[in-house]
């Protein structure tokens, strides 16, 4: 009797974690992998996500008129006739949400840019996030997969007919960490300044992809006189506290190499520097020194540094707002960095 009773309270688990469709692979090419059942065809499998046997057997690069095994795995492809990001379904339709699942030392940035560019307002509103950052092991919503009611077994997991501002709370399995999710709606004043905080970072990273700067420039008009670097510092402690709370009690990482520097029109003002580096989680405060005049700025770790061509070499990137607080004339140059483990 104890084994039939255990055996009913493990069984419900597993059946919501069937159900949980994860995506898989990064925009255009994203999917969703399906084992084929007994008596499932390329028929019965497309009526299951909403997608046409035609699409599935090319980008599995299997021949359509030769079947499918029992046991296979596939490959579902999410393209523009199921999977969706906004917008309503018809009255005999319903949207199914689809999960990603976060990876180590991976940003929100990076799931929204790898997921057809999804706004990271409407990712966070989605799940209820109000932090820059998710644990590994985290599964977010990141889109929907609208499928037929009749016609899909899915159906029954379905949101309803319209996607609009639906906020959804992000599902974590048991052995993942405890994942920076708040079990509630967020408010019409946190998601405004939410909105404005994530815009001006999608805006700061994309500009980090872009050309590199030749020389680090800052205008200042007449009337403003340009500030000494002892002036500088002494104003510098936005992030400040932020990073002496992250290295209280926690092992200090230092590390030397070469900055990268890209145009932004962040930090010049407000005097908070943001920063892409690989080997630290983002919302991590880096201390960033100039050994040549010992000046010092403390960054916000936005996401990993891009990989590409121009940042060969490279330990960090900073904004050119950063490097002007350093005295940095160059594009690239010197620096110490700090930060907790």
Same mark, same amino acid.
């Given at each position: 009797?104890?084994?039939?009773?255990?055996? $009913?309270?493990?069984?419900?688990? $597993?059946?919501?974690?069937?159900?949980?469709?994860?995506?898989?692979?990064?925009?255009?090419? +994203?999917?969703?992998?399906?084992?084929?059942?007994?008596?499932?065809?390329?028929? @019965?499998?497309?009526?299951?996500?909403?997608?046409? /046997?035609?699409?599935? =057997?090319?980008?599995?690069?299997?021949?359509?008129?030769?079947? +499918?095994? +029992?046991?296979?795995?596939?490959?579902?492809?999410?393209?523009?006739?199921? $999977?969706?990001?906004?917008?309503?379904?018809?009255?005999?339709?319903?949207?199914? /949400?689809?999960?990603?699942?976060?990876?180590?030392?991976?940003?929100?940035?990076?799931?929204?840019?790898?997921?057809?560019?999804?706004?990271?307002?409407?990712?966070?509103?989605?799940?209820?996030?109000?932090?820059?950052?998710?644990?590994?092991?985290?599964? +977010?919503?990141?889109?929907?997969?609208?499928?037929?009611?009749?016609?899909?077994?899915?159906?029954?997991?379905?949101?309803?007919?319209?996607?609009?501002?639906?906020?959804?709370?992000?599902?974590?399995?048991?052995? =993942?960490?405890?994942?920076?999710?708040? #079990?509630?709606?967020?408010?019409?004043? =946190?998601?405004?300044?939410?909105?404005?905080?994530?815009?001006?970072?999608?805006?700061?990273?994309?500009?980090?992809? @872009?050309?590199?700067?030749?020389?680090?420039?800052?205008?200042? @008009? &007449?009337?403003?006189?340009?500030?000494?670097?002892?002036?500088? #510092? @002494?104003?510098?402690?936005?992030?400040?506290?932020?990073?002496?709370?992250?290295?209280?009690?926690?092992?200090?990482? &230092?590390?030397?190499?070469?900055?990268?520097? $890209?145009?932004?029109?962040?930090?010049?003002?407000?005097?908070?520097?943001?920063?892409l580096y690989s080997n630290a989680s983002p919302g991590t405060v880096l201390k960033i020194t100039n050994p040549a005049n010992g000046n010092v700025v403390f960054a916000k770790v936005l996401d990993n540094m891009p990989d590409i061509k121009k940042n060969e070499g490279l330990l960090l990137v900073i904004s050119n707002a950063a490097a002007d607080a350093l005295g940095a004339a160059e594009a690239?140059?010197?620096?110490?960095?700090?930060?907790?483990?």
């Open positions: 009797m104890k084994k039939l009773f255990s055996l $009913f309270l493990i069984t419900p688990f $597993f059946a919501a974690a069937q159900n949980i469709l994860l995506v898989e692979g990064v925009s255009p090419g +994203l999917y969703i992998t399906h084992k084929v059942a007994p008596k499932e065809n390329y028929y @019965s499998v497309g009526r299951i996500y909403n997608v046409s /046997p035609k699409d599935i =057997a090319p980008f599995n690069n299997l021949q359509l008129e030769k079947g +499918l095994s +029992l046991g296979q795995t596939i490959k579902i492809p999410l393209n523009s006739s199921n $999977f969706y990001q906004s917008g309503n379904a018809e009255s005999d339709e319903t949207f199914v /949400p689809v999960y990603h699942r976060i990876k180590e030392k991976e940003g929100l940035y990076r799931v929204a840019k790898n997921h057809n560019d999804l706004p990271l307002e409407t990712l966070k509103q989605w799940n209820g996030i109000t932090s820059d950052a998710v644990k590994s092991g985290v599964q +977010l919503i990141v889109g929907y997969l609208k499928v037929k009611k009749e016609l899909s077994s899915l159906a029954k997991n379905g949101i309803g007919t319209s996607i609009g501002s639906v906020l959804t709370v992000a599902t974590e399995e048991k052995k =993942a960490p405890e994942p920076e999710v708040v #079990n509630q709606p967020v408010g019409k004043k =946190a998601a405004k300044k939410n909105k404005e905080k994530e815009t001006e970072k999608e805006k700061i990273i994309k500009e980090a992809e @872009s050309k590199p700067v030749v020389a680090v420039e800052k205008k200042v @008009s &007449e009337a403003e006189p340009k500030k000494t670097a002892l002036e500088k #510092n @002494s104003v510098e402690t936005d992030f400040r506290n932020l990073y002496e709370s992250q290295v209280k009690n926690a092992a200090v990482m &230092e590390i030397t190499g070469d900055a990268g520097v $890209f145009k932004s029109t962040s930090g010049w003002n407000d005097k908070k520097y943001y920063c690239n140059f010197s620096c110490s960095i700090a930060y907790s483990k």
